[in-house]
């Protein structure tokens, strides 16, 4: 992704509540790819935008399906 797409992506993680922290590959080109790391610092983090992107989808079917409690009403009388 593109630094205009990762601005996007970095919008949803925090409306979604998702951690993650979106940053370039290459931290001396950000004209270059981006990606979702676990951590900032980029001499320990790990790439996790397989996994972020997963638990977006997840997310955005959930929001799609709607409440998943049912309403009971209780029987009155017999």
């Known amino acids: 992704m593109d630094a205009d797409e990762a601005r996007e992506l970095d919008m949803t ?3 979604l509540q998702i ?5 370039p590959e ?3 080109d950000p004209q270059g ?3 979702v790391y676990d951590e900032a610092d980029p001499d ?3 790439d996790t935008t397989a ?3 997963m638990a977006i989808a997840a997310a955005r079917q959930r ?9 009971v009403i209780p029987r009155v009388g017999s």
Not at 19 to 23: K, N, R, W, Y
Request: hydrophobic letters at 35%.
């Open 26 to 28: 290459d931290p001396e």
């Open 44 to 46: 320990a983090r790990w």
């Open 51 to 53: 996994d972020v992107l």
């Open 13 to 15: 993680l925090r409306q």
């Open 63 to 71: 929001q799609r399906r709607g409440p998943t409690r049912e309403l």
């Open 33 to 35: 790819a981006w990606r």
């Open 19 to 23: 951690p993650g922290d979106v940053a």
